[in-house]
């Protein structure tokens, strides 16, 4: 090949993920679900301390876990539609699962804000990434 179809063939050719891109991606979705804890907790004036917030956190850590698996977003941890939404609903359904059979509360109010409220965290990062990854890509 040569001229356009090799630049094309090498425009498509997947670039490797680097390490500290998917420990970053992780870092971040779980420092977020945790943003939203302590918010939620301080918002109906509960108490901070670590178990109270670890108590709160975890449901929502697993459900980020289980998106990362079923979308293996190690292989694109900055993808939006396909990883991205994936953690969004695995962690706001499985959170709100294990909340559930846990007895932790599930209030439709409770899940409509969580849902709302990881949506932008969630999401909001990874499409901040891309368009900076565009950026730079155009630069």
Do not use: C, Y
């Amino acid at each position: 090949m040569n001229g356009a179809g090799q630049e094309h063939a090498e425009a498509t050719v997947r670039q490797p993920v680097r390490l500290r891109h998917v420990g970053g991606a992780i870092g971040l979705d779980a420092a977020l679900t945790l943003v939203f804890v302590i918010i939620g907790r301080d918002t109906h004036t509960e108490a901070l301390d670590a178990w109270g917030v670890l108590e709160t956190w975890w449901p929502f850590l697993i459900g980020v876990a289980v998106g990362w698996m079923l979308t293996r977003a190690w292989r694109k941890p900055h993808g939006l539609l396909w990883q991205g939404v994936g953690i969004w609903v695995s962690t706001v359904v499985v959170g709100m699962l294990i909340r559930w059979v846990a007895g932790q509360g599930t209030a439709l109010p409770f899940v409509i804000v969580a849902t709302v409220v990881l949506a932008v965290f969630l999401l909001g990062w990874r499409l901040i990434a891309v368009l900076v990854i565009r950026r730079r890509a155009k630069a």
